[in-house]
Structures are given as structure tokens and as C-alpha cells.
């Protein structure tokens, strides 16, 4: 069974900071994607990739960066993080074609 | 740009009662439609997907139905049980994944 984990399940921030969200899968995915969920908006992408060093923007890249180190490991990347940023934060991986396997999601939160 | 619009935003069954989701898609390319449950606090989990080359598909208590001269797509829920009670998010994929807003559905027991 796919296992993508995210670092954090809660997180609670200050208007400023800089902000890390790590996910990991244990499948060899090579395709990787961060999402933000927000109600009456679904689920909305923010960047994703599809092999190791590589990154694409996704529909709401603005605020956000993104790090592939390793294939396993996809990082976002809060530089400055703001109160509208709030919001829950799901990873999310597949192989080729979908579909998607999720990880349990980090909701957080900026004050 | 390309979008998916997903109706009900929440919808309330009886259990035992039938509950229908519809969902529409703008981009006449796509050619892959999952559907996703996410139960309270939980991930989004695929429960059932169709692709273009097909108008229905059926698993268990689920069902889902493709018109694509209309560009839209339905999830079916039969015999609805309380478990049910969850979001559910259609979605639709051309070059990329586009995600509807969700529908709430809540099964009364």
C-alpha cells in the first residue's frame, strides 16, 4: 500500500515566518504535488514534479517555493508566510498515469 | 482556463435513500475522471474512476456515468449508509488534474 507522509499534522506559525512542509513517499513515485484545500475552493495545486530537481508551477504558485532533493521527498516552502496562507495543506503522489495517493494533510495555520 | 463546477455543495440523504453528485467540465480533451472521498479528518481517498472511452462503470454500491457530449460526469451512490457521510471531490484530467469544489454529503441514519 502507497504511504505518503506529511512531517507536521498541525502547525501553528507567526506572519513572517519561514515555513517548511516535508512529505515522503515510500513508492518510488517519480510524480510528486502539493495541494491546499480550502472550503468551497476544493482542492486547488500549487506546484508539483515530476523527477528530482525538477518543479513545475501549479494554479497558486504565488508565495510558495518548492524543493526535490531526493525522489522520495517533496518539500513546500513558505518563504515569508501570511495570514491568507492559512489553510489545509495536502501532498500527494503517483506513478505515470493517476491516480493520486494523498498523505493525511498539515493544517496550518498563520497568526 | 479549464475548470470542473461540482454540484450539490452538500446534499442530506435517509439512509437506505439514493444520492447523486454531478459535475461538469469545461475541457473538451479530458479523458480521465476520479472521484475522491475525504471523511472527516482524513485524506482524500480515490473511491471510483472512468475513463473517456467509457459511459459507466459500476462497483458495488457506486456507479459512475460519463456524457461527453455534455461534458459531464455523475457519481451514484445507492442504498446510502452512514459511512457514506463524507466529501466527496469529482475531478477531470487533460494535461493536468482540475478538482471540483466538493460536495458535503451527510446520511442520516
Known amino acids: 500500500d502507497v504511504k505518503v507522509t506529511q512531517s507536521s499534522r498541525y502547525l501553528v506559525k507567526r506572519t513572517g515566518e519561514k515555513v517548511f512542509l516535508e512529505c515522503v513517499q515510500d513508492m518510488d513515485h517519480e510524480n510528486m504535488f502539493w495541494y491546499r484545500q480550502d472550503p468551497g475552493l476544493g482542492l486547488r495545486l500549487i506546484y508539483f514534479s515530476y523527477d528530482v530537481k525538477m518543479k513545475e508551477k501549479g494554479d497558486i504558485p504565488e508565495g510558495y517555493s518548492v524543493s526535490r532533493e531526493k525522489k522520495e521527498r517533496f518539500s513546500l516552502i513558505l518563504e515569508s508566510a501570511s495570514t491568507n496562507q492559512t489553510s489545509m495543506y495536502l501532498c500527494?503522489?503517483?506513478?505515470?498515469?493517476?491516480?493520486?495517493?494523498f498523505g493525511n494533510g498539515t493544517r496550518l495555520t498563520v497568526t | 482556463g479549464e475548470n470542473v463546477e461540482q454540484h450539490p455543495s452538500t446534499l442530506s440523504v435517509q439512509e437506505g435513500d439514493s444520492a447523486v453528485i454531478k459535475c461538469t467540465y469545461s475541457?473538451?480533451?479530458?479523458?480521465?475522471f476520479p472521484w475522491y472521498k475525504q471523511e472527516l479528518g482524513k485524506r482524500p481517498q480515490l473511491i471510483i474512476d472512468i475513463r473517456s472511452n467509457v459511459g459507466e462503470k459500476k462497483d458495488q454500491r457506486i456507479a459512475v456515468t460519463l456524457n461527453k457530449t455534455a461534458k459531464h460526469f455523475s457519481l451514484h451512490i445507492t442504498e446510502t449508509q452512514p459511512e457514506d457521510s463524507a466529501v466527496y471531490f469529482c475531478?477531470?484530467?487533460?494535461?493536468?488534474?482540475?478538482f471540483g469544489t466538493g460536495t458535503r454529503l451527510q446520511v442520516f441514519p
Open positions: 500527494a503522489s503517483s506513478l505515470g498515469d493517476l491516480p493520486l495517493h
Open positions: 475531478a477531470a484530467i487533460s494535461d493536468k488534474l482540475i
Open positions: 475541457d473538451s480533451a479530458s479523458n480521465y
